[in-house]
């Protein structure tokens, strides 16, 4: 199962440009770590996905991830477009 942005029947995916709503402002990011990626990462494991905002580039926004039990992201997260992925977590990248 996958999951997929608020209201849609787009799945998320690694490089995924989004948008996310903040209160006053909306900032974008791309999505640089899910758990149905290939090798996955020791510190987020398989229940989490994560992404990247522009503003905060050394900060990494790790959410849940149960698609079986919310197949959809938060609905202040919208989808932009594909992107190219440059920005992944590798497998053994520490996260604090």
């Keep these: ?18 948008g996310f ?4 402002t909306t900032v974008t990011g791309e999505v640089v770590y899910i758990p149905t990626q290939p090798l996955l990462n020791r ?7 994560a992404v ?3 503003n905060e580039p050394n900060d990494i926004r790790s959410m849940i991830f149960v698609p079986e039990q ?8 919208f989808f932009i477009e594909r992107g190219s992925g ?6 053994d990248e520490e996260i604090l």
């Excluded at 919310?70 to 997260?77: A, D, L, N, S, V």
């Design 43 to 49: 510190s987020l494991g398989d229940d989490t996905w």
């Design 1 to 18: 199962m996958t999951l997929k942005y608020w209201g849609t029947d787009i799945d998320v995916m690694l490089g995924d440009r989004i």
């Design 70 to 77: 919310e197949p959809f992201t938060h609905k202040k997260i």
């Design 52 to 54: 990247k905002l522009d």
């Design 21 to 24: 709503k903040k209160i006053f």
């Design 86 to 91: 440059k920005n992944l977590i590798s497998e």
